[in-house]
Nanobody, 123 residues
Framework: QVQLVESGGGLVQPGGSLRLSCAASGRYTIGWFRQAPGKEREGVSCIRPTDGSTYYTDSVKGRFTISRDSAKNTVYLQMNSLKPEDTAVYYC????????????????????WGQGTQVTVSS
């Protein structure tokens, strides 16, 4: 059983930055998802342990960066130039399945989920 713990959320002004952390095993593909009230959960980013390949949803490309520190078994999501529409609960998730460019954003393919951390972007 894989235990995931997210941290780093908070309140920031538009244009600000936050770095989220996910304590997780490096043996799994790690994805970041977010869900705002009344909206569907959406994939934000993903990183594969095998080759380090990364994926991003179009709305965060150029603003968010996912990375892994294998020694610490931690995956990070650096979020820059934050916008109000980024406001959501952010979850990290681990997948034991083969995650590809066409499947990384499918939440049902992830086996383990953290409890989430709130990110609020507001003036």
């Amino acid at each position: 059983q894989v235990q995931l713990v997210e941290s780093g959320g908070g309140l920031v002004q538009p244009g600000g930055s936050l770095r989220l952390s996910c304590a997780a095993s490096g043996r799994y593909t790690i994805g970041w998802f977010r869900q705002a009230p009344g909206k569907e959960r959406e994939g934000v980013s993903c990183i594969r342990p095998t080759d380090g390949s990364t994926y991003y949803t179009d709305s965060v490309k150029g603003r968010f960066t996912i990375s892994r520190d294998s020694a610490k078994n931690t995956v990070y999501l650096q979020m820059n130039s934050l916008k109000p529409e980024d406001t959501a609960v952010y979850y990290c998730a681990a997948s034991s399945a083969l995650v590809l460019s066409t499947t990384w954003y499918l939440s049902w393919r992830y086996d383990y989920w953290g409890q989430g951390t709130q990110v609020t972007v507001s003036s």
